[in-house]
């Protein structure tokens, strides 16, 4: 399995995961994960696993109504009557070592959820991250000071350790971006990380690699 599928793997059971800790779930076939019914906000509807999935492979899984979203893992897909929201990166670090992290992180737990929520999305989404993920993910929060100056969401797997949903609101990327790393090699020692980014350059400055291209499609 290649990186890009590994890392597509990974974003399909964290959108699986999301869902059911909404009360529904997907369901994986051999080239996508799709969800037959509307996902949460900003997660896709379907989830392409393999460069050889076609239009038929997710559009027939999901509602492919107005509003449905496709991540095209490996920006193959022509999906007539959508159009393209954003294109990314795909992105993967070889194990890293661990070592000092610029902040301190600790787990969020039920009570702290709301507040790593507010910092992720700037006050303007609540309720999107339930406590239920917090049995399957780790979602980070990183302090200076006792204060919330970042953070992120690890979904660990056999092969690799997903990164997703990085942010940095009372400190620079790079110190997010470092603090990530040092996050996952102590917590999950020995393990790859992978995950996407539409702007990769702050994660390329601390160990990361591209690994493909990815699209995400909207049908309006």
């Not at 969401?153 to 009372?170: D, H, K």
């Not at 996050?183 to 994660?203: C, K, M, N, T, V």
């Amino acid at each position: 399995m290649t990186i890009a599928e590994l890392a597509a793997r990974d974003n399909a059971e964290w959108c699986d995961t999301m869902c059911r800790a909404h009360g529904s779930g997907g369901a994986f076939a051999e080239r996508a994960w799709t969800s037959a019914v509307r996902t949460p906000l900003y997660y896709p509807d379907a989830v392409t696993l393999s460069p050889a999935a076609t239009a038929a492979d997710v559009l027939g899984g999901i509602d492919a109504g107005p509003g449905a979203s496709v991540k095209d893992s490996f920006a193959t897909l022509d999906l007539p009557g959508f159009g393209v929201l954003f294109e990314a990166e795909w992105i993967h670090h070889p194990a890293p070592v661990a070592g000092p992290s610029p902040v301190v992180w600790e787990e969020a737990t039920t009570g702290t959820l709301p507040e790593w929520e507010r910092a992720c999305f700037d006050g303007e989404v609540s309720g999107l991250f339930p406590a239920a993920l917090l049995a399957e993910v780790s979602v980070l929060c990183g302090r200076i000071g006792g204060e919330l100056v970042c953070g992120c969401v690890l979904t660990p797997r056999e092969r690799v350790v997903g990164v997703s949903n990085v942010f940095a609101t009372g400190c620079d990327e790079d110190t997010a971006w470092a603090g990530v790393v040092a996050a996952a090699a102590a917590r999950f020692p020995g393990r790859p990380l992978a995950g996407y980014e539409q702007d990769p350059s702050s994660a390329l400055r601390h160990g990361f690699e591209t690994a493909g291209p990815l699209r995400v499609w909207l049908k309006g």
